[in-house]
């Protein structure tokens, strides 16, 4: 009696197992996973960059590659340039870079400014951008905004909006202000070099940050 | 009331075997976070769904990924959403009750095919987006995607160049609820709102397709006769727009630009009809897409999520570059 009542348990276990394990009441899922369960439509890009600009841009300029140095290797080999000093985003040709240096104005207009930065230079070998700022040289060019932590790419192309228009507020009045031939510059910023460029010089940088010695 | 021991040992049983069911997950889904399926490597089943085949566009995206499977050595089948959330929804639970292997898929929105990607994540079948992506990094495999914003940043700038800074122009814009679209308008008025000349008199959706960005032309025309540029989302509108142009006779007045790199807009710009568009590669994504689901059944995991893809400016100057959906060999 005792052995057929336990015979009956046991099927009904049997089933109710089967039944739980094909269809389970819940699941354990993990939701510690960083900014791809953030709400839609909750990302600031205005804050972030103000953030980004301080607690990361500016501190990330001294590990910028040399202005001089590369320049010096674009003329030489600008594959190894490439290889050595740039950052692409995805599956893309154009190759961006982070650079800092000093240089020597050579001629100022509303949309650039001209520099020398090496000694044996005879023509102009950066551009530092004066005007209008555009694209995505910055966001992309430090390395230090990746693609991947944005679910929605609108989020992450709104962050090139901003730092523009930050450059445009910040950085551009002070280089158009003391940008006079012959006066000497700090910079740093990001270029950007399309797989196709035939003229590499003037190397066209979107400045975040000058300082007129 | 007071239990038997017996009784005690079965809740106890039953308590434990509940508590070790909700634990468990399928296992096609446990493949999907680390470890290689189970089968043994070879031919395999692909599905491919894609938003639309009404577009020209989207079938090259759709064929190319196809051919590339099936020279990898797979089954492919294509599956066509026709921009409904609905049937793509459909097309996913007869995708998953087929027990496909793997999905290369184009979605119809960013934020409602999500579901539709983890439906099959959970069922243990990896999905890569091709183009349009969806608005979760924790659902698709790998997201291989054109960087339509930089795109539509050149073709701004060229813009500005070809219609000066004091003009009237319309937008047609895409599918609304589809990040592509406003991707590309945002890149575009990146640009060309810094110019306070330039006025926009006309924004209007023509959803990615040929006869209704005629259809939106057409009333935009009435409204607004003295255009003298139109920005469209995509090639399919700024075909559609140029034909309402010609229908108008305002071919010469009107300077159209698409975007995506169509067979007859490259021809168009080449005989100096259309000013320029923004060439995506649908050859170059579908392949990639292709051959990362080889991969995955190779036992490979380590996908980027996101992979955008350049895209080119093609003008009347460079078009001999560039044939339709690529660059010439």
Known sequence: MIMRRLFHILIVLAVAVAFFWLLPPFRVVRTNRGTEHRPPGTFNAAEFVERFWTNQLLPAVPRAVAADELVALLRTDPAAARQKFGRSLGLSQTCNFFLRGTGTVVSASDTEVLLTVTPSATAPEVALQAGLIFGNAVRDGTGLIDVNDYPNSQDFNAISAELNRLIEQRVVPQLRAGAKPGARIRFAGCAELGSDAVNLFPLRVVPVFVEIE | ?329
């Open chain 2, 1 to 329: 009331m007071k239990m038997k021991p017996i009784q005690i040992v079965c809740a106890v049983a039953i308590g434990a075997a509940l508590l070790f069911c909700a634990g468990c997950k399928p296992k096609a889904e446990q493949a999907v976070q680390g470890e290689p399926s189970g089968k043994p490597s070879g031919k395999r089943k692909i599905a491919i769904v894609i938003s639309t085949l009404n577009n020209p566009w989207f079938v090259v995206l759709a064929e190319t990924a196809k051919a590339r499977a099936i020279e990898l050595g797979h089954d492919a089948t294509v599956f066509d959403s026709q921009n409904d959330t609905a049937r793509e929804a459909a097309h996913f639970e007869n995708i998953i009750a087929a027990r496909y292997d793997a999905i290369l898929f184009n979605p119809t929105d960013a934020n409602g095919s999500i579901a539709n990607v983890r439906k099959a994540k959970a069922a243990g079948i990896p999905v890569f987006c091709i183009d349009r992506e969806i608005n979760a990094t924790d659902a698709a495999t790998a997201q291989i995607l054109s960087d339509n914003y930089s795109g539509c940043v050149a073709l701004g700038q060229y813009f500005v160049q070809r219609v000066g800074t004091n003009a009237k122009y319309a937008e047609l814009l895409g599918i609304v609820g589809d990040n592509n679209t406003w991707n590309r308008s945002r890149g575009f008025h990146s640009v060309v709102d810094r110019y306070p000349g330039l006025k926009m008199v006309a924004q209007q959706s023509g959803e990615f397709d040929r006869a209704k960005g005629l259809e939106v032309m057409e009333s935009i025309l009435q409204a607004h006769p003295d255009i003298d540029a139109v920005f469209c989302g995509n090639d399919a509108m700024a075909m559609g727009a140029y034909q309402a142009l010609v229908a108008a006779g305002k071919d010469k007045q009107v300077k159209v630009f698409g975007f995506d790199g169509a067979e007859d807009v490259i021809r168009l710009i080449a005989e100096k009809k259309i000013e320029a568009t923004g060439m995506q590669f649908p050859k170059t994504m579908a392949r990639m897409a292709a051959e990362f689901a080889d991969e995955y059944f190779k036992g490979r995991r380590d996908f980027p999520q996101k992979v955008p893809v350049q895209v080119e400016l093609v003008t009347q100057d460079n078009v001999h570059l560039y044939t339709g959906y690529g660059r010439k060999e």
